[in-house]
């Protein structure tokens, strides 16, 4: 159990249907203190008077938690609290008790949640409590609050002094304790409690404003005839001396301009509130609640707050902006990095394999005659390979090319259909081998602007992926057509199609689709369309279904005599 908790968790307005500070408590309970506790509740429950039920808890509580005082306090006028119930016998009822001596009652009536202090000897401590605990001879003390009367503002707190350790198992035992105590008395009708813990009509009438100050939602003072601060809330004191950074301390007087701005009677008012880095514009209430005591509440400008809010906002987006754009630098890097090593990588292959190819080949013509079959057939898959390979290494070669801009291209009238038939011829043997029949419907005189060694490239990539994903028996046809100042060149093919999940990826770089009809290259033609494409001034996109095929469009400016 922490020794901090909300206060709206603490001390609930409604009953909850299972309460999470109870939960945490039993969790942190050894199996002993499961027990005691299963007692103490059933005491709680069957006894109606608050004397009996809070004297069985207390006595019952400390022979639970070993060497030390359990105590049940109530608060008296003058800020003072009286011993109702204890379960050291030297300690009288109605014992007064002056709070000043107790800094762990102080913290409680401040913050309204229970105070723990488990060892003094922690370093954590602060001297004055160190120092009024070993005075008693106290090792560990805690205060927990379980019951408010809104007429004083003051809880009954039950107070542990110990001699021993409030480690985490009793620390568990006093909080579930406490807390049980808590519901308990909470459904006790509060007129009738009030009487029978011996509060008199003076205590409970007779309060300085300033006690409910805590309960207020918002910063609030009380301040004398000469705008001095009688007492602060906490909300108030972090304005007056934590905001920004100031230096803390007392605050005699309430920093605003214009001076005591509810002169002249007015109740609501805009001032500024010094100190701090800089001046604060807070819009404020205030009303007498006395003879020479005025009642102050306050709270930052909306306008102030809305400055603020946009100011962190602006400094967040500032704070995404910069990691992204470093991310995006990290990236350009690595795309550049990759660019260089792919680049590098097929140059030092080009040679090499060339060599190796015209090596292959030559063993083929002249040594073909003295190999067997079997041996033949070995060095037609190497030489298959080689040329494989050697396209694999100019397809990288030109990706590289692209990607950093280095691609020469020459911009100029190309007659689309002598490019497109010299494609079609090119890749007729590889249609009659997959037995899919390759056909053209071209118009004639149609000049696109392009380059006309890379347009045939772009036709040719198309053709031949439209031939991997046609089944044997299926047709891809060429069309060549004009649409306004643009020409149009499209492949339809009636294959396998392409998925939905992979079309927005197909024109990616090592991307395959599945079930190509002869052996698959590594998935650089179609990307390398693209960005041909997009060097020539044009665009590429495809339409496809599965089990439908495909249809890949090229649109590019017709030649106007412009280059």
């Not at 001095?228 to 809330?233: D, L, Y």
């Not at 002249?366 to 067997?372: F, R, T």
Request: hydrophobic share 45%; proline share 6%; charged share 25%.
């Amino acid at each position: 159990m922490p020794d901090r908790v909300p206060v709206t968790a603490w001390m609930p307005s409604s009953e909850p249907p299972v309460c999470a500070v109870c939960e945490q408590a039993r969790a942190d309970l050894a199996p002993e203190g499961l027990a005691v506790a299963g007692e103490i509740a059933v005491q709680l429950i069957s006894r109606g008077q608050v004397g009996p039920l809070v004297e069985s808890t207390v006595s019952r509580l400390a022979a639970a938690l070993g060497p030390g005082r359990v105590s049940m306090l109530v608060p008296e006028a003058g800020g003072k609290w009286r011993v109702f119930a204890s379960s050291d016998l030297s300690e009288t009822h109605d014992l007064m008790v002056d709070v000043e001596r107790y800094p762990e009652l102080l913290e409680v009536r401040r913050t309204g949640v229970p105070f723990v202090v488990g060892d003094a000897s922690d370093p954590r401590v602060g001297d004055r409590l160190r120092s009024a605990l070993g005075s008693g001879g106290v090792t560990s003390t805690a205060a927990f609050p379980v019951l408010v009367f809104t007429q004083t503002g003051d809880p009954v707190v039950l107070k542990l002094s110990l001699h021993v350790p409030l480690d985490g198992p009793r620390l568990g035992l006093a909080t579930l304790v406490a807390h049980l105590l808590l519901h308990r008395l909470s459904r006790l009708p509060q007129a009738e409690t009030a009487h029978q813990l011996g509060l008199t009509h003076a205590a409970l009438g007779a309060f300085d404003p300033g006690t409910l100050l805590r309960l207020l939602p918002i910063p609030a003072v009380l301040v004398d005839e000469e705008g001095r601060i009688v007492n602060s809330n906490s909300r108030a004191a972090w304005l007056l001396r934590g905001r920004g950074g100031a230096v803390s301390g007392a605050v005699e007087a309430l920093p605003l301009e214009p001076d005591r701005p509810w002169k002249g009677h007015a109740t609501r008012w805009e001032a500024t509130l010094s100190g701090g880095k800089e001046p604060l514009p807070v819009l404020g209430w205030s009303n007498r609640t006395g003879a020479d005591r005025t009642l102050v509440l306050f709270e930052p400008h909306p306008e102030t707050r809305r400055r603020s809010d946009e100011r962190r906002i602006r400094r967040a987006l500032a704070d995404k902006l910069r990691e992204l754009a470093a991310a995006n630098q990290m990236l350009e890097e690595h795309a550049r990095r990759r660019s260089r090593f792919v680049s590098d990588a097929a140059h030092e292959l080009k040679t090499p394999l060339a060599i190796l190819r015209s090596y292959l080949e030559t063993l083929d013509d002249d040594l073909a005659d003295g190999l067997s079959a079997e041996q033949r057939e070995f060095l037609r898959a190497a030489i298959h390979g080689a040329r494989r390979l050697q396209r694999l290494i100019a397809e990288l070669l030109d990706l590289a090319a692209l990607e950093g801009g280095h691609l020469a291209i020459s911009l100029g009238p190309v007659a689309a259909r002598q490019v497109i038939a010299a494609a079609v011829d090119e890749l007729g043997p590889l249609a009659a081998q997959g037995g899919v029949v390759l056909s053209t419907r071209c118009v004639d005189g149609l000049q696109v602007r392009s380059d006309p060694e890379r347009l045939g490239q772009v036709v040719r990539n198309l053709v031949e992926n439209g031939l991997k994903y046609t089944r044997r028996g299926g047709e891809v046809i060429v069309n060549l057509a004009r649409q306004g100042d643009r020409g149009i060149i499209s492949v339809h093919d009636n294959g396998v199609g392409i998925s939905p999940e992979a079309l927005p990826r197909i024109f990616d770089e090592f991307v395959r689709g599945p079930n190509s009809q002869v052996a698959a290259g590594a998935g650089l033609g179609l990307a390398i369309v693209r960005r041909l494409v997009l060097a020539l001034g044009g665009r590429v996109w495809v339409d496809s279904s599965p089990g439908q095929g495909s249809r890949f469009f090229v649109e590019l400016p017709l030649w106007s005599g412009d280059a």
